[in-house]
């Protein structure tokens, strides 16, 4: 297939895997009101062709945010030997995150300590680039999995003219 055949035509959801499928997605639902799609449960040569994991024993969960994009909770029963308690820096090869958009960084801070995660540093706003006057911070949960939260500067209505 040549290079102009290739095309992408969207981004489905993405995925993390967790230590405790029902701790995060307690946290995913009921903190930060993620909705719940569906839950399943993968095994044998379905889950082996998929990850490339041989014996891999999967429990999954999706949950939705308000705009429609899907976080897939997964948490490997098996194969044995699985490293856990590996926490990637953002410096670190192969360390992803996921970028949340809120209305209300502080609240969200306050209402995810309460639930055992916490931000990395403090809100910091950023000042040029294509997401100027944002507040971002990133936040990891116990397993080490990172968000970047950030804030869409308030529009200042007072400058608005009534014409």
């Known amino acids: 297939m040549s290079k102009a055949g290739l ?8 995925g993390i ?4 499928l029902e701790r995060a997605l ?4 009921d903190v930060l009101g993620f909705e719940l799609s569906h839950t399943a449960h993968q095994t044998g040569e379905t889950a082996k062709e998929i990850t490339g994991v041989a014996g ?12 429609g994009h899907k976080i897939e909770l997964l948490e490997y ?13 953002p410096c670190d ?23 055992g995660w916490k931000a990395a540093g403090k809100p910091q706003t ?8 944002k507040r971002v911070v990133y936040v990891r949960d116990p397993d080490g999995t990172t968000i970047e939260l950030m804030e869409p500067p308030k529009s200042d209505s007072s400058t608005d003219s009534a014409d």
């Open 7 to 14: 095309r992408i035509i969207g981004a489905d959801h993405t």
């Open 17 to 20: 895997t967790v230590s405790n």
């Open 26 to 29: 307690a946290f995913w639902r």
């Open 56 to 67: 891999a024993e999967i429990k999954l969960a999706v949950v939705k945010a308000p705009d």
């Open 77 to 89: 029963l098996a194969p044995p030997g699985r490293k856990q308690d590996v926490h990637l820096r």
């Open 93 to 115: 090869v192969g360390h992803v995150h996921v970028a949340l958009i809120v209305d209300d960084l502080d609240a969200v801070l306050q209402k995810i300590a309460q639930s």
């Open 126 to 133: 950023l000042k040029t680039g294509p997401n100027a006057g």
